[in-house]
């Protein structure tokens, strides 16, 4: 038996809000990955420790054999990131997630991590902050961001405050998506469009280097996410028999080239636990959007009309719970 506590804390301005989960839980904190509820092994025992205010000093953390760092936001949980960084370096537990490497894990360094892998493209990412109206002009002008082009909140996920600008007349009149840290992340667009107008997007996990799929979510817009599943693919039988096509050999769907350059990313982002998500462009490459540790592999909705994917959730459970307990302390495996 090892016991895993599983670390989390708070954003930079040290706000906790409790949101909705897939999984059943007590409380779900901003910024963090939700993985202990799905933890059903039988020699793991597991704990939660909240890293509140980062301004206390003061902290005893649990006798655990390993840490999961389900911190996952280094753009909002930069100073509880760095208070673990230091808890790890004083108690000599090992870690799942090293807080160092989910610091590394920003947008705009994903681009030059995978420079040289020529079976993916990572758009362009510029971190801004917008002092006045006119600096996202001056960026194209200047040609360090291209039309067009996406913005979003820094640190935003699933879509929140997702704005695309095409045209200079839009860039004249953009609205930018509020924000309470006021920076924010502007990407090149990439028009992933299949030759029949839909779009798919696909996440991958990577679990202590080994890459498995876990959905090929189909739509007809280009901001593609989980709600689209319910909206479009479940009244296509067509759409749902492409999905289960390529679960059951996401390699060869994609490609040998592109698996290893996926597989060589995630080596290179230190991350034991991260997704990626993506999509096949018209050229043969893989369009990565992010890749981080912030993703939910457990999401259970949709399961009824898609039973195919209790099989990557469980395979991606059992490759964490194989994780947590090869870095247990020595001894206890």
Not at 155 to 182: C, K, M, N, Q, W
Not at 234 to 248: A, C, R
Request: charged share 25%; glycine share 8%; proline share 5%.
């Amino acid at each position: 038996m090892i016991k895993a506590v599983f670390v989390s804390g708070m954003n930079d301005r040290n706000y906790l809000n409790a949101i909705g989960s897939y999984v059943p839980q007590e409380i779900t904190v901003n910024g963090c990955v939700h993985v202990r509820p799905a933890i059903r092994h039988a020699d793991i025992e597991t704990e939660e420790f909240l890293i509140d205010d980062p301004r206390t000093q003061d902290r005893t953390l649990p006798a655990a054999d390993v840490l999961f760092n389900t911190i996952a936001n280094p753009d909002r949980n930069r100073l509880t990131l760095d208070i673990l960084v230091r808890i790890c370096r004083d108690t000599g537990i090992p870690v799942v997630n090293a807080p160092g490497a989910v610091l590394g894990s920003t947008r705009e360094r994903i681009r030059d991590l995978a420079e040289d892998l020529e079976h993916l493209h990572v758009p362009r990412t510029v971190r801004i902050y917008l002092s006045k109206p006119d600096v996202i002009a001056e960026l194209v002008r200047r040609d360090l961001i291209a039309l067009p082009f996406l913005i979003r909140p820094l640190g935003a996920h699933g879509g929140r405050g997702l704005v695309r600008i095409d045209t200079e007349s839009e860039l004249r009149r953009i609205v930018v998506p509020d924000d309470e840290y006021g920076f924010y992340h502007l990407s090149d667009f990439i028009d992933f469009a299949g030759a029949d107008g839909l779009y798919r997007k696909i996440r991958l996990f990577a679990i202590d280097g080994q890459v498995m799929a876990r959905h090929m979510i189909i739509g007809r817009s280009w901001n593609v996410h989980m709600a689209i599943r319910g909206e479009v693919m479940t009244t296509d039988p067509t759409l749902i028999s492409e999905e289960q096509t390529f679960m059951e050999d996401p390699e060869g769907y994609l490609g040998d080239g592109i698996w290893r350059d996926v597989q060589a990313l995630a080596q290179r982002m230190g991350l034991d636990y991260m997704g990626i998500d993506g999509a096949l462009m018209n050229d043969g490459r893989f369009v990565v959007f992010e890749a981080n540790a912030s993703m939910n592999a457990f999401q259970q909705r949709y399961l009824e009309t898609f039973p195919y994917l209790s099989k990557p959730i469980r395979e991606i459970r059992e490759a964490t719970e194989k994780v947590l307990i090869a870095k247990a302390a020595p001894g206890k495996t």
